[in-house]
């Protein structure tokens, strides 16, 4: 059988679950090398038995990685200032690319390598929107566009609420990403504008605070903040983002439409089991987005092998995340000038 | 307006409840008069500045009370030994009856009380099984009889557990009752026989454990038990029966039938809020029957008044007790023997 | 014993409730007088059985009916209007108010009641923030102040999402009384403040949309909006209003704080049953505001009562809803011209 | 990397999704061969083109197919009339089992497959308890044992409450295996000897109906029953079968203690979706065992994979499955007789 050949550049928290994915749910990859520029992940996977078990080569170059022979495919997801420079390094080496979102926090940037993914239609390129590779949210869509089960959608309101990092860590690196709306809310601008039809924005506003990380004010940034999006069409998104929950990863959706309304994960579950004690009735909630998403990381993850191998288009449009950029800088920018911004009806943000 | 005189006798935990309701929910019924023996809720009552300021009379002696003139009902949530005494002394007065379930442990008693009814037609005379006044239940009868939502119902399970009683002292009081099946299952069955559409017991069996409450054994009692009745006609009830709930005051009910089930209060919850924290998410619940029935209570007072002021059939039939206890007697019997308990076509006990 | 006699003023929908409301829920209240000058509603009043059985006067003049002997207070739930003028009217006789809310969609109108309350000390006037006395609402502030359970909080997320009004009659009479954020979201706004602790706006900003009652544009108003309300010191609220739900009333508030969340009704229920058949899983949504808030009217009216009877102060002050006001209008004005707009550090409105 | 070679036996719906489940979520595992008798299962996986690609050998005879070189293990998924012979046969030629439960419907031919792989102690021999694998019951079974939180578990429910099978095939198929509480009730006997910490069968009886599928009468069986199971020192189970359920595979667990209880799967969910439309509030349920528990099954051929390859002590311990048929067939017998099953204290069957 024919095994996708398939590199993954990060060894952070995310860059270990994809090769974990790979290894256990993509049984048509083959993980033949990881790649590391952190000594301590290099050291890490080196000495990692299962990565030897399974033959994986650890490089700390990417550029030497690159030159495997026989590698056809990379999974980058190292931090976002580097994923424009690797995608295009990738395609310039005819290997294709699965790249976690975004593309980058520079527009101009992220469109370069949507022109070169255009000029190399023979690779797969493809932003790693991972959310649309979740049961219950394609489940939504389906009812949303197949079953019109709520008529016409013309308001979303979706959160990305994390548990508090009491560390820090990661939410300061997280700022140093392009701040809250853009890194948090990115999957959020997304449903909103896969569940309303791809709407233009047209004005949009936030607000912020700091509740827990007085550090992100140097950092431009807030820890808490809620913003609205206005689409020309007379459709509407809304967010909250958050790094400070104390019971776990809150990512909920809901769609409103002219006939009904649907629910994604409004009250969410670690699983099935509830408790009755003297607190009365509760639940677990999963710490963080991996025991969310896990499954859909590994449908994402075979959908794209299966769009290589069979060379039809990948399932989620590299345009796509442009238009969420411009969308999520337009909100850091209200929640840090406490201004409107505006968009003209082609999406182009006014001065 | 014509107030309907009403008096409560008995003083517990139920009766003081009953006045409230009479007082706070039903403006056709005037509080005329309470009664108990023991002199502590005389006392109680005596002083009570409400009992004063709505010129209720205070009783030590049901007799006397019952010649109070004017009054024209008694409400009756004595203990169990002297519900039938009670009724038969009112009846025999002209005055309308509202008795707390179960008329009597002895069948035979609790059947005089219905024989003495139906000699005074007149007079209005009621068992107060309260859940047929409680908006889900009666919400699930008219979707199981009017609606047909879930075709021909032929199962029923139905759990009515209290919380720990930390004393004791209430659930040995209930032991003198009749047992954990006639004292706590007593509205479980009666949900059977209802959304069963009456049908007639066959055979039961029940098993049960002392967990708590190890003093209950020298009353032939427990504190946990389940129990299957089996009826004529392929239909079946099952119940479980706790004293030692940690959770709170946990009742629930399901129906299913050949097109789908009802669940009632399947996730019992005191009120609509939850709490996100680090334990996760939980609601709390009814401590006891109280805050899950006072609706219901209300509802039964304001239909028994209703019954009596315009001369119309009460609500809940008497005859339905008798069945209720036959069944409850029977997987008593069947607790303490281990052995089934069986029943002719007519619903005769077997021996 | 002492009832307090008390006149209602207003018979639409939720006049008549409050009618009801009295006379079954509030024992120690008379109701003694009823006025409208809707000629329909006075035929309807003055032929309804019942309040001939409790003795109630129909009125068709307001001033005539203050004149009643023996008339201690009223209940306004007319127009919003003239709630200003008829609570002046009231405080001039030295009658007791309670006056729905808003006490008038002009801000001076509004405070020239607050003006005479504090004149007249000896008068209870109240202003129906109907919610504060909800059960569940009550709970949240508990555990919020009492308890501490979601440490300090900072963000509050209200909706007021009514069931579609099929006719529009309901909404476009809405329209008249200040716009979507005056009409709905006055209660999201209140409840923000208390659980908030009384911030001070900083700036809002809102859109909103036409989907069902494109008539709406005519009075300068839409059928669903959100909006933003940013506090000095760093907290935040935001709604979601909508007349066009359709599954039922869906009213929600979730309070976020540094150490947890709390949930208010996120999932309504008409009742305790849910019916699992081949559509899944489902329960009922109570279809209007009634269903979910009879009981906080009934404890509003009996703790308005308790006040005037024994002297003590309202249980919700009335210059409460003068800075709701400020806010509802401010989100209306945003909604209107997609303008920011911005509050002084006093909290009054900047041009 | 070594991988374990692997066979599935039986091409059913069940013996599919094994193999699906080896291929996509068990990389260390390499199906090497299928089998089955069933010349429609043979040609079908024989133009697979998956199994093709996967380079899977089919044959239609398993004595042959334990002769295919470098074979390791099997997965038997056959009718359960074979799975002891088949065990017994691989056993027999040194290669592990991974066989579907149970072993058989006779106890003694059960037994022989302990006593074969006791005596062959360097073979992994399990069967297949799969819902001893599922997350939520492995957490339940870890606040029960390690977090203590329920304190003292003495009373299990648990359901399996199979979709309605419209033609009655799957059916009449199950009662062949046993009768409806040797097949459907197995998994939750298995719990409740988990959860009650391995009690010994005192006494049991049973009710069953039918209510679709009149059939089963030829066959002894019911489509409906309910069981209790007492055990020695006062613990409890009662369970629920069905094949007729209208909204999905429903199937739930409840452990009560004496300090709280635990609830798995009470309210089933197919996915996070919530649909609010004019019938209300609804979520989908699974339509079968294999929406619920496919995570389980890729769990249990891990660890029972990684139990090979490391020479570890199987996951389940084969003899569990014996007392649950004891417990299994003395419902059934309960529920065919009308009787009471009782067992000594060694959990022997009396006469």
Redesign the interface.
Known sequence: ??HLKIAVVGLGRMGKRHVHTL?????KAQVVAVCSTDPHEVKWATENPEYR???IKVYHNYDEMLEQPGLQAVWISTSTDVHSSQSLAAIGKSIHVLCEKPLSIDIAEAQSVVDAANENPHLKVMAGFSRRFD??YR??GE?IYQKK????P??V?SNTCDLLDETGFFVRYAARNGGIFVDCAIHDIDLSLWYLNNPVPK?C????????HPELKALSDVD?A???V?FWG???A?F?C?R?????H?VCTEI?G????????????????????????????QPEYWQRFQDAFALEANEFVESVLKDTPVPVKLETGITVMKIGQGLQHALLT???VRFNESGERLK
Chains 1, 2, 3, 4 share one sequence.
């Open positions: 059988m024919h290894l256990y749910r993509v049984p078990e399974f033959g049961a219950s489940n939504a009812k089960a709520i008529g016409s013309f308001m309101r004005a506003w936030a607000a912020g605070t700091l509740q827990h808490n809620v913003g609205i206005e007379g459709k509407i809304y909250y958050s400070t929950q104390a019971h776990g809150d409103t002219t006939d009904g309304k649907l629910m994604v994960n409004v009250v969410p579950q670690q699983n099935n089991v509830v408790l009755a004690d003297k607190l009365g009735m509760r639940h677990e909630v406490g201004e409107v």
